[in-house]
């Protein structure tokens, strides 16, 4: 499919899904950058950075498909209003400090559901999309085996598991916000337009499908893990929490982030970004 | 080896950890390196909320880069300071955690805002990297070795910090008063970052004897200040009436060093300079809090190594 | 048991692997890789490295340096148009190099 640039449905759709997934990468590595000098060791330090690089560099592929659509660079990030980010409200949750368990649990449970969702966007009828999936593939892996490899390491002791079970307990409901909505008619617009080749009802049936059984193996508890034995898994209202980010809702901590990454760019009043860069192929 | 010998032998790149040195050579090489470490640790550390503030996501990704490879360059150097044999890497975070480690003088200085970002990540990258050029021949190989990669990494800070200098000083009128002021606020310090003038350092440079340092303050200095007074005018700053700074007969810059607030100096060399401790407490505290991580992965008490005395005997 | 031997050519140069032994422990691991790495080409210093403590990890398990678009971590990405200095001319020039062998590879 090539974009029809008069369709304002699939102008839409695309957009919305440009910036659930940008917005979702972008953030987190904006929450991530808060273990620079602050991580375990200097070598976990340097992988932590490592990653988060990594998921800016998503976001601005994601981004970059929005100028196509003819957005400006400012208004995707720096001048558009904090209520209109589409990041689920896992990644802008705050860290406590020193709790490494939680960038770790928030990892595991982001990158299982990223690596899905890059498996629904594979055969995309937008072919840049298509395309781009290829390069974010070949990054994600070690992020989801870095963050397995530590939960691991991290179960295996008392006081490191407690903590970890703390995390699950935090973080599970928010991560279940990574499968809401930002606009129901808009979604199935996604789908139905073939932008993405999956609902995010099955998407979410799927992340919990590899998430409970593979959290259970490490003896720990999952929130809500009854579900399992009714009708297979599924994500239900009861289980999400307040604000779950896609429609506009967020957490307090989210205006804060917001805040400070904006301050700079208000605070100078600048009116454009600066680009090294040129636009990725 | 006695220590006539290391002088008489002293050359790039001569001694490596197989060598028998003596502990004198062992102490002096241990203190310098670890200096330099902490300093990446602690240049890092300032650096770090600037990945945040960062006004673009083009930005954001080469701060993010750059403390990365600082913290980087911290691994390769305490590594380096390691295999001297005289402190673990771990005893050398816990004495910079707990104020008893030595680093650069600008890193002590708290940073407010963007327009200070080029007086750090260009000056003193730009200054730093002289210094760590001729390090390439220092006499420890480790070091030397450490200095290699270390180089061939920084050049891309100091340009990133070049392009945010040319950014600011091509923005608006505010964004240049302000890079100018940071500027002012800023180059003291800069030019400190040499120390004093070999003349006026009382003890004997050990460390050059033994070929650990390959040039002097004052010809660093020098080099600094003929690269980078040119360039700083080049972008439309003005050089401070104070410190006075003029071109001799040669060309070359001169520091009138009493112009220069020494006893800050030296307050910020032992670490009791009162605004920089915020630093270095807010870094001892982030290590602190992830205490519990080492402890997890390497067992409570295990000796460096992970390795129990008997698997090693 | 299999040692992995590397070898230093001369003072301040890296420890390059060249090859491995077989021998029973490290002492005679040394001996043997003396004669059979060291005899003939320049030398200055060998490592040996029992080779079950030898991990590894290749392309086929991670993408080094990235599959996306990292030009920020590069000084080409930097252009200026000033004269810089020979210490940040030296590291561009080295850049570029590990670059186009990052384009090759």
């Known amino acids: ?281 | 080896m006695d220590i006539e010998t290391v002088k008489e032998r002293a050359g790039p790149r001569e001694f490596s950890p197989g060598d028998d040195l003596p502990e004198e050579y062992r102490k002096a090489a241990t203190r310098m390196i670890e200096f330099h470490a902490n300093s990446e640790i602690m240049g890092a550390y300032l650096e770090r909320p600037f990945i945040r503030q960062a006004p673009s996501i083009d930005r954001k990704l080469a701060f993010s880069a750059k403390v990365q490879d600082e913290i980087g360059h911290g691994q390769l150097l305490y590594r380096a300071a390691e295999t001297l044999g005289i402190k673990t890497r771990e005893e050398m975070l816990d004495d910079l955690a707990e104020g008893r480690g030595k680093f650069l003088n600008c890193f002590h200085y708290p940073m407010d805002g963007w327009v200070e970002t080029p007086m750090i990540a260009f000056f003193v990258d730009g200054a730093a990297m002289r210094r760590q050029a001729t390090l390439r021949r220092t006499s420890w190989e480790p070091y030397a070795h450490a200095m290699d990669k270390v180089c061939f990494e920084e050049g891309f800070h100091v340009k990133h910090g070049e392009d945010i200098l040319r950014t600011l000083m091509n923005g608006s009128r505010a964004e240049q008063r302000r890079t100018q002021e940071a500027f002012e606020e800023w180059w003291p310090r800069i030019i400190q970052f040499f120390g004093p003038t070999d003349d006026k350092s009382t003890h004997h440079d050990f460390a050059a004897d033994v070929g650990l340092k390959q040039m002097t303050n004052d010809e660093l200095r020098q080099a600094f200040l003929d690269m980078y007074v040119p360039k700083a005018r080049k972008y439309g700053l003005e050089i401070p009436e104070y410190p006075r700074v003029s071109q001799n007969d040669e060309g070359r810059w001169v520091v009138e060093e009493d112009d220069l607030d020494w006893d800050e100096f030296f307050t910020v060399a032992k670490n009791n300079y009162e605004p920089g401790l915020g630093q270095i407490n807010g870094r001892a505290r982030a290590q602190e809090a992830v205490e519990w991580v080492r402890d997890v992965i390497e067992g409570d008490g295990a000796p460096a190594g992970g390795r129990s005395p008997q698997a090693a005997d | ?105």
């Open chain 1, 1 to 281: 499919m090539t974009l029809d640039p008069n369709d304002l449905d699939e102008r839409e759709a695309l957009a919305a899904l440009c910036k659930r997934l940008g917005d979702d990468e972008f953030v987190l590595a904006e929450r991530y950058t808060e273990w620079q000098v602050r991580s375990p060791s200097l070598e976990s330090d340097l992988a932590l950075s490592n990653i988060a690089q990594d998921e800016l560099g998503h976001a601005r592929l994601w981004y970059d498909l929005l100028i196509d659509l003819g957005y400006e660079e400012p208004e995707i990030v720096y001048e558009r209003d904090a209520d209109e980010w589409h990041h689920s409200t896992l990644v802008e949750q705050p860290f406590a400090e020193g709790d490494w368990t939680d960038p770790i649990v928030r990892s595991y449970l982001y990158d299982v559901a990223e690596k899905l969702r890059l498996a629904t966007l594979e055969e995309s009828t937008h072919p840049k999309i298509a395309d781009r999936v290829g390069k974010i593939q070949g990054e994600e892996n070690y992020h989801l085996e870095h963050a397995q490899n530590w939960l691991e390491r991290l179960v295996a002791d008392d006081e490191g598991k407690e903590r970890v079970q703390n995390a699950v307990d935090r973080l599970f409901p928010y991560a279940l916000t990574l499968f809401e909505p930002v606009d129901p008619d808009v979604e199935d617009d996604i789908v139905d337009l073939g932008l993405r080749d999956a609902t995010l009802a099955e998407m979410g049936e799927e992340w919990l499908s590899v998430v409970i059984p593979y959290l259970e193996s490490l003896d720990l508890d999952v929130p809500e893990s009854g579900v399992e034995g009714m009708d297979g898994y599924a994500v239900t209202d009861e289980m999400l929490p307040e604000h779950v980010g896609r429609d506009g809702s967020h957490t307090e901590a989210w205006s804060d982030l917001f805040e400070e990454f904006t301050h700079t760019y208000h605070d100078l009043g600048r009116d454009q970004s600066t680009k090294i860069m040129g636009r990725p192929e």
């Open chain 3, 1 to 105: 048991m299999i040692w992995e031997v590397f070898r230093q050519e001369k003072k301040g140069d890296y420890h390059t692997h060249c090859g491995n032994v077989h021998a029973p422990d490290r002492e005679m691991a040394k001996q043997f890789a003396a004669i059979q790495h060291g005899r003939r080409k320049p030398t200055n210093s060998i490592w040996v490295v029992p080779k079950d403590e030898v991990g590894e990890i290749d392309t086929d398990d991670v993408p080094f340096g990235g599959t996306t678009d990292k030009a920020y971590r590069w000084t080409t990405a930097y252009n200026l148009q000033t004269e810089q200095a020979r210490e940040v001319e030296e590291s561009d020039s080295e850049q570029q190099e590990a670059e186009k062998q990052r384009g090759e590879a």
